[in-house]
Each structure stands twice: as C-alpha cells, then as structure tokens.
C-alpha cells in the first residue's frame, strides 16, 4: 500500500521563500508529482520527480531522495496567487494516490 | 493549449437518482480517470480506463458505479443509484501515457460538483 504525509497547513509572508514536505511508503515507486490546487479547482501539474535530486523550473523547484522516502516542493518569490494546496501524489500503478495537501496561506 | 472538459459544472440530485458526468479528455490521450474530492478532503482516485476497459479501481468503485467511451471523444461516468455521500467533486483526468513512461502527467478537468439532496 501507499502512505503519504504532508503537513496541514503553512503560512508565510509575500516575497518569502517557503518549503513543503511529503514523505511516504510506497510498495512500488514510479516517480512522485506536484500538483497545485486552488480552493474548488482542479488540481494543475507543477512538478515530477523520478531520480534523486533537485528540479527547478521557475520559482518552484521539487526535491526527491528516494532511499529516505521524502520530497519537498521550493516556493520562491511567494506571491499572493500562490495561496492554495500543494498535493503530493504517488502513481504507484500508474494510478494517483494522492497525499492529504498541505494548505499554504501567502499573507501580504 | 488543449485541456479536459467536464459537463455539467454542477449537477443536483435526488437520492436514488441515477446520474451521468460527462468529460472530454485531450485527444491524443490513452488513459482517462475519474478521482473524486469530497469537500474538505483529499482527492480520491476511483477508476483509469485504457483499451475500451477499465485497468485499475479502487474500492469506492463499487457496483454501483460504471464508466464508458460511447465514441471517440466522451468518457462517463455513472452513478446509477446516488447516495447521500455521493456528494462531491468528481473530476476526470487524461494522460499521454502510464507509469514508467515519459508522458503521464495527468491533466484535469475543472470537475462536477455532484450534490445528492
């Protein structure tokens, strides 16, 4: 089966930086995704982590160690529109198996 | 940029009515899905279908729940007896490709808020 945590919810300042963790078990890992979702919206891609290492596109940068079981997700420059759910998700089968999301407040 | 298309938006509902969620995945997807989000929690995956037949459901997907591709753009899902908690967001997702492949980013449709009364 999968498991997967992420913490509730975070706050953090406009202009700020500010870093979301998963961790997980999975009994088959095919990558892991960032997915971003705005209250009463479809979650929309952000990232996908296959190897180990740090992913940078823009202000958002995904990090993956595989062996410890953990990813995060780098927000930088926050803006205000950035206020929304962060879902880390496990396609174990090819299937989602998303986490709980982490809900992240961007304040002025 | 194509996109995932959901109808209706909202749909309401009596208990024990049956109801259909129409999507129109991107067109040179392969794999559908249909997840549900009830309000307040996580997203839920409940069916990927691939080949005119399902590959994978989880335990929501119970008997009263199918899905179909009619032609060759429309992929439905039904519920054929709804329930009280029923109620949710259901959305219907495409991708390229599956696990281990280079394109299975899934892309979503912006959901059908499904409300059982």
């Known amino acids: 089966g999968q498991n997967i945590d992420q913490p509730t919810e975070m706050t953090a300042t406009e202009g700020a930086i500010v870093q979301i963790n998963c961790t997980y078990q999975?009994?088959?890992?095919?990558?892991l995704f960032w997915y971003q979702q705005h209250a009463g919206e479809a979650p929309t891609f952000l990232s996908y982590?296959?190897?180990?290492g740090l992913e940078e596109k823009g202000r958002f940068s995904s990090f993956l160690s595989r062996s410890k079981g953990y990813s995060y997700l780098l927000l930088k420059e926050l803006q205000m529109k950035d206020s929304a759910s962060y879902l880390c998700a496990l396609p174990p089968t090819g299937n989602f198996v998303f986490g709980p999301g982490t809900r992240l407040s961007v304040l002025p | 940029e194509p996109e995932v298309t959901q109808t209706p938006s909202h749909q309401v509902t009596q208990m024990g009515q049956e109801v259909i969620l129409r999507c129109v995945p991107i067109s040179n997807h392969l794999y559908f899905y249909w997840y549900r989000q009830i309000l307040g929690q996580k997203v839920e995956f409940l069916v990927s279908f691939y080949n005119n037949e399902i590959s994978e459901k989880s335990e929501i997907f119970d008997d009263q729940f199918s899905v179909e591709r009619p032609d060759g753009s429309n992929f439905t899902l039904k519920i054929r007896s709804t329930k009280l908690e029923d109620s949710a967001m259901y959305f219907c997702?495409?991708?390229?490709?599956?696990?281990?492949?280079?394109?299975?980013?899934?892309?979503f449709g912006p959901g059908t808020r499904l409300t059982v009364t």
């Open positions: 997702a495409s991708s390229e490709g599956q696990a281990a492949s280079s394109s299975y980013e899934q892309y």
């Open positions: 999975t009994s088959g890992f095919n990558g």
């Open positions: 982590n296959v190897l180990d």
